[in-house]
């Protein structure tokens, strides 16, 4: 059984802390974090994370923009994109989901139930996979 | 008597009908609205919300010849910032009523701009907070000592409290910057009741209150959005419960009427002073300033759920119970109402018809409304699917479409549309909310629309499209254009035409813009006030003259001026010299079309 890599991107170290804890509570999760969208862009390329959760408000590159990053690079454009936001409009959820992100979580979440709706959003396991 | 007052430094527009300062609106930026609300097209507190509608930004004076305190203190509510009455105010009056109106927008924008800041700003914290609390409560409660535990579950609990608060303040700011899409479908009343009544009772458990559902309620079908409705018995529950003494009941009852369902939430609490009810459904309005932090909750709810009840077409208000206590109600369109609404019965049995793809009911009626001034008539469809199955089973001359709809989108719409032979050819018309959505998109690029609108939509845009694509067809009836207020005469010329009649000349002039006629015919009294505004524009769109037929019911001859056009014909002063002076003037339209074909 491999371990599922979560990368996870927020400037906000309190927030890091939180998710870390909470996705801990799946036992398959393996978490690393970082606090913006250019370490976001060399972490994704060196570890490939299955999943990466993505804040939508940073400062410099913000959450839209790092998604735009990541699709043009061959190594990360396939990785599964969940933005993070305290901003959950109905249309903005549909513009998110529009730049080709694979979801949108609102904050605050129920840290009790992160891991399982990051495991909703999960590719299908390997062993289905063509590759 | 503004553009006079040369100490004002502003330019003044003026527009005489709503439509033209929607359109106005639309296309440039102004720094103040001064709307009298008696126009042609929109009329009291309707005119204010449509003009408050097109620029929800720009400050909203009222000036009006109605001395109405309740439609004053109703157009400060819909969000107007002053109501004048002409002659009561002089010219340096309003001057300075425009200066302070446009002081209180700013002011009331600014604080728009910061409650949504900080409220974004709040849940970065909040979310730390609550999640940590959360975690602490998940896993680590139970190993905790009695009195940490529940210091911890206060924290717990007012964490949660406080993304509620934030919550319901974001959700009042979007809904008043009309920023909330409402999904409408069929809602059975009873179960969604029902669900709301099970997720409150526990929080009724806190208060020692009990909620029951009356044993007379029936089940009942509306059209709502049912998210927004739970919300909305959420609401009404909560407020029943804070305000009812221990060991009580809240009985909640659905009643069904003819057109509505009125849902109704009783309690058995003190009542409403009589000074705070006006203030009810305002925000943060609370009777006593003690009751926010007593009963624990925001003074937001009662206020979203009258936005919410608005927007669902319906109708929320109050009353004092008999024996003590309030009864709130809800009352909201049947389904079958609505369902009912769907083909026009009002219009002309041979009208052309056309398919209107929209969810939102109030938009719908109001362009059922507008397109029938130019003789077509609208059916609605709520849905994807309802409006494939009614093109399928009626053939339309045109379609309508909503780019948001609760069951899909307007342009997959579209595509399957195309997709059936009877209407690969037939005139599409894309209407939009969201202009971020435009006709650049991909998909649409191969659809064949018409036209694109955007909302708040320019009707003389969309009736001038609709004419020229629809309304024309060779083997169609002869149209006439009727200007005059004789029903007997307009009863008479629909025997051997279709007959748009008008009674202003105003009305005429926009009946011109949005379709052809082949003949028009005025009363003798409007020609002579009119000739010079409407004569000229008495073509069509080839820019043929259009001939015109006078009528005079008390057989007065023409005026002079009007004699002079060429194109009028004489008098007719009983109804059967008119008719057959039409059928001739028909007639001979037909037989000039023919020679020209020879």
Known sequence: MTDIRILLVDDEPDIRAVVDVSLGLDPE??????????????????????LILLDVMMPVMDGPATLANLRKDPRTAYIPVLFLTARTQIGEIEHFVSLGAQGVLAKPFDPMTLAARVRSHLPLPAGRHAS | ??????????????????????????????????????????????????????????????????DDESLAEQALQEGAQDYLIKGQIETRGILRALRYATERKRLEWLKDEFVSTVSHELRTPLTSISGSLGLLMGNAAGNLPAPMARLLAI????????????????????MEAGRVIFNFRRVEVRSLVEQAIEANRGFAEGYGVRIRLDARTAAADVRADPDRLLQVVTNLLSNAIKFSPRDNEVVVAIDKGTDMVRLTVRDHGPGIPIDFKPLVFEKFAQADARDARQKGGTGLGLSIAKQIVDRLSGEVGFADAPGGGTIFHVQLPCWDHVANLTIDRDAKPDAVRVLLCEDDLDTALNLREHLRRIGLATDFAYSVSDALASAAATQYRAILVDIHLPDGDGISLIVRLREMPQY????????????????????????????WLNKPIDFDRLMRTLAKSVVHDPSRRPRILHVDDDNDVARALSEIADVVTVNSIEAAQRALKAGDFDLAVLDVALAKTASPDLLPELRDSKGNVIPVVVFSAKGADLASDAQEQAMLAKSHSSIDSLVAAVRDRLASRSAGVSREIA
């Open chain 1, 29 to 50: 999760f393996r978490t690393r974090a970082c606090a913006s969208g250019a370490d976001a862009l060399v972490m994704a390329a060196q570890w490939s994370p299955s």
């Open chain 2, 1 to 66: 008597m503004l553009s006079e007052q040369s100490s004002y430094p502003a330019e003044l527009t003026h527009v005489d009908c709503m439509s033209a300062a929607e359109k106005y609106l639309a296309e440039r930026s102004v720094d103040i609205i001064l709307l009298d609300p008696g126009l042609p097209d929109a009329q009291g507190l309707g005119a204010i919300r449509r003009a408050h509608a097109a620029a929800p930004r720009v400050p909203l004076v009222v000036l009006t010849g109605l």
């Open chain 2, 155 to 174: 924290a717990y609990t007012n964490s949660q409290r406080l993304v509620r608060l934030v919550n319901d303040i974001l959700d009042i700011e979007k």
């Open chain 2, 424 to 451: 690969r050819d037939t005139s599409i018309i894309v209407v939009s909310a969201d202009p971020g959505r435009g006709r650049d998109d991909l998909r649409s690029s191969k659809l064949n629309v018409l036209d």
